[in-house]
């Protein structure tokens, strides 16, 4: 018998090398090499037989996709319509925030046996982290008719593919992929030789008989998907599920989408019987105050094809340290130390012996350069200690040279803050629209100077 061969493996980008080093040679990260067991040729097994011809691409019918509704409207947006017939789904996020509920729900309505279901559908649950009697227990304290539902508690990844080849069901839920395991393969459950492996021939399987299936994935404490980077880029679609601990309020985020679009918002409620859905997710970003007060500033945010009003607060405090403190939580860091300058420059407003702090109210995370006017104006209005005008909304790109940028789909924006009852919106010349919604005056500006002469 030969005797095995240890190597190391990168858990970042998948690489490989002899000995191990402190730094991967060939993604420069560092402290990511594990030792894992070389496996010999013969070893790795097929699925699938690889075979295929030349086809010409213009004379292939593609038809749309067949999608399966989950039952949970804002989980089925995030997906881009439903499951799709043969993909593979990603779901990730940290211990404890819900995902095992989210998809305990989601097969109880696709088997047919939730209110409201559209047609039976055979499904399965394979559990690698608990037993069976412990998923029967979240159902039940769900209150969930799981009848139709499939369970099977296995981590022997060749057990798992000959229950699917045989009963051919038409979802599959793995909870979770870090538990499942190979015999072809001597690494433990969990490392990266397994976790690559197993997801390649799960999502072969999946290709292959038209199977969908949703693996869940651990997070590292950076929030990342746990394991080899490659298997974000083996599934077709790769979900987030992110919330406070202290927050009965969970956010799924689709970070990538083959099937639909990416940065797609979904808005739960975590409850005694288990996640709902939030039909109007704009309440949750904005604050109820009593009256006006300064540094508040409502913006309207795209997160993929749905528009949220959430509200900028800003707080602009004297400083009594000889460095001046700049924190922001929900948005970037450094892009409010840029937009504190164009202040200082065109505006004539310095904050450079002040303390700022700006926050994006209910945890959301404004990425896109659009909150830079918001952010602005509530600096502004808590530097001048005087509120801005109530009902008022704000979103546009800030530029170094103090122009004010349009952005993306404007009009879904302006439409989405009169449906709310917002009656005055500043927004950057080039969003303007030709014509006037009614009820909602609409501020036309293109410099950073002109967006600030009215807080005085």
């Known amino acids: 018998m030969s005797k095995s061969k240890s190597t190391y493996s990168c858990n970042e980008c998948g690489g490989q090398t002899l000995k191990w080093q402190g730094q991967c040679p060939h993604c420069q990260a560092w402290n990511t090499l594990v030792e894992i067991i070389s496996e010999k040729a013969a070893s790795r097994f097929t699925l699938v037989a690889e075979t295929g011809e030349v086809q010409n691409l213009g004379e292939l019918e593609a038809g749309e996709e ?8 804002e989980f089925d947006r ?14 990730g996020g940290d211990p404890g925030i819900g995902k095992s509920t989210l998809l305990l729900q989601a097969l109880c309505h696709m088997s047919g046996s939730a209110p409201g279901a559209l047609s039976a559908l055979g499904v399965l649950y394979v559990s690698g982290e608990e037993s069976a009697r412990q998923v029967a227990l979240r159902a039940q304290r769900l209150a969930l008719d799981a009848k139709a539902v499939h369970l099977l508690p296995e981590i022997r990844l060749e057990r798992i593919q000959g229950i699917l080849l045989e009963r051919k069901p038409g979802v599959v839920v793995v909870d979770s992929i870090q538990t499942i395991y190979s015999d072809a393969l001597q690494s433990a459950p969990g490392s990266v030789a397994q976790v690559r492996e197993c997801a390649a ?8 008989s038209g199977i969908a299936i949703v693996l869940v994935g651990h997070v590292t404490k950076e929030g990342a998907l746990a394991g080899p980077r490659v298997l974000e880029h083996m599934v077709d679609t790769v979900l987030y599920f992110e919330g406070d601990t202290h927050s009965s309020f969970r956010l799924v985020r689709a970070v990538k989408n083959r099937f639909g679009a990416v940065n797609e918002l979904g808005v739960f409620a975590m ?22 007060v300064p540094g508040s500033c409502i913006m309207v945010t795209q997160e993929g094809t749905r528009p949220l009003l959430v509200e900028i607060q800003a707080l602009v405090d004297e400083a009594h340290a000889p460095n001046a403190r700049r924190l922001s ?8 130390a840029m937009l504190l300058a164009v202040l200082h420059r065109h505006a004539g407003i310095a904050c450079f012996d002040q303390d700022v702090f700006v926050n994006a109210v209910g945890g959301v995370k404004v990425t896109e350069p659009g909150a830079d006017l ?14 801005l005008p109530h009902k008022m909304v704000v979103f546009g790109e800030v530029g170094l040279a103090g122009e004010v940028r349009p952005v993306q789909r404007g009009q879904e924006r302006l439409r989405e803050a009169a449906k709310l009852g917002f009656v005055q919106a500043i927004v950057p010349r080039g969003n303007k629209p030709r014509q006037p919604f009614p009820g909602l005056e609409i501020i036309a500006v293109e410099r950073v100077e002109d967006a600030v002469a009215g807080i005085r």
């Open 78 to 91: 995030v997906l881009g319509g439903g499951l799709v017939h043969g993909s593979v789904v990603l779901l």
């Open 66 to 73: 067949q999608r399966y509704s989950t039952g949970m409207a």
């Open 201 to 208: 021939q799960l999502t072969r399987l999946a290709k292959a």
């Open 374 to 387: 918001a952010v602005l104006l509530a600096i502004v209005s808590s530097f001048r200690n005087k509120p």
């Open 271 to 292: 409850g005694e019987k288990g996640l709902r859905e939030v039909s109007n997710p704009s309440a949750l970003f904005l604050s109820h105050h009593g009256g006006q």
């Open 329 to 336: 939580v929900g948005l970037e860091q450094n892009r409010l």
